[in-house]
């Protein structure tokens, strides 16, 4: 398998270096290829069996934002998740960084991609019953990331990171453990002269307030197939920090039915304090044009059961700006790296 993966990281470094112009000053983008060497984190008592290496091989491209420390572009991975019982793990996504240049031959890069996977050997009561991370085949993908970068010569660079990598179908079919990703990345890049992305500059109100609907579907149990809705509202406000970046800042309630989840047993009548949890958080979105990257941490300030779920939940979204006041999201939602929730809907904001 190592053998394998050399074999193909040399091909793609020779393509990407034959079919990729030189340096030009009107933009510094780049192709990279890297090889990573992790592991599978083990963070629940059911995946003990599927500690094993993971060996992936992933392709980057990515186009500088004009006038700005930011690239945005797509992401390629694929992955052998160390045994029969997961399989193998391919994933596309919109792609992400923001980079410094301390010294002219070196960069450091910091940044995070978000799209869809593919697990190929998902759970199966009868064929597959130790996978107890994943039960669906496809999947949402993420993945963060910290990138140094030197440069060998006039195009070339070479790279060394450290990457968190993430498949989740966000509990739409149970078992939803996930699987989490540590690894250490060695690549080579192409840079290349591209025409940056032209960016629309945001309005700078002090703080634009925002109502979101969304909604996700959570499925709890593998021996319980029932699966329910949940409706999200969402209420914030959003400050633009830079011409294509905001901070924003909102509380948000989940009218989750894992509060009165029991095991074939008929649910629990709803109700305010038995049915929902409210958070409060803070996040980056980082617009490109019509669409957009969101990343956001939150603490739940209630909960009908204090010992379900972290106290804090992390997200990562991808929006689409169909005008100045209305925006779609698509956004994954976790706690402590296992997916909660992915939650589709719109999001107002109001002049």
């Not at 510094?28 to 290829?33: N, Q």
Request: proline residues 5%; positive net charge; glycine residues 10%.
């Amino acid at each position: 398998m190592k053998k394998a993966f050399s074999i193909v990281f040399f091909h793609l470094l020779f393509i990407v270096s034959a079919f990729t112009q030189t340096i030009e000053t009107i933009g510094l983008g780049h192709h990279s290829v890297t090889f990573d060497r992790g592991f599978i984190i083990p963070h629940h008592e059911d995946m003990y069996h599927l500690y094993k290496p993971v060996h992936s091989l992933q392709y980057q491209y990515l186009i500088p934002i004009n006038n700005s420390s930011t690239r945005l572009g797509a992401l390629l991975y694929g992955a052998d998740l160390g045994s029969s019982i997961l399989g193998k793990g391919y994933a596309l996504g919109l792609n992400m960084e923001k980079y410094w240049r301390p010294t002219k031959k070196n960069e450091l890069s910091i940044g995070f991609a978000m799209g869809l996977g593919i697990v190929t050997n998902p759970y199966d009561v009868k064929t597959n019953a130790q996978n107890r991370a994943i039960g669906s085949m496809g999947n949402a993908f993420g993945q963060l990331y910290v990138v140094g970068s030197h440069t060998v010569s006039k195009s070339l660079c070479i790279n060394l990171g450290l990457r968190f990598s993430h498949f989740s179908n966000g509990a739409w079919k149970a078992p939803n453990l996930g699987i989490n990703i540590p690894s250490v990345s060695i690549g080579m890049s192409k840079k290349i002269g591209v025409p940056p992305i032209e960016q629309s500059e945001l309005k700078r109100e002090f703080w634009r307030p925002f109502a979101s609907l969304r909604l996700g579907r959570k499925s709890l149990d593998i021996d319980d197939s029932r699966a329910f809705w949940v409706p999200i509202i969402e209420l914030g406000a959003a400050r633009s920090i830079s011409k294509a970046a905001n901070l924003r800042m909102a509380i948000a309630t989940h009218a989750d039915p894992f509060y009165r989840f029991e095991k074939f047993e008929t649910m629990k009548p709803f109700s305010i304090s038995n049915g929902i949890d409210i958070g409060l958080s803070a996040g980056y979105h980082q617009y490109f044009g019509k669409w957009g990257m969101l990343f956001d941490l939150g603490w739940y300030l209630y909960k009908p059961n204090p010992g379900y779920k972290t106290p804090y939940f992390e997200a990562l979204g991808i929006t689409y700006s169909y005008n100045s006041n209305i925006m779609a999201m698509a956004r994954l939602k976790a706690n402590k790296t296992t997916a909660d929730l992915i939650e589709w809907g719109f999001v107002y904001s109001f002049n």
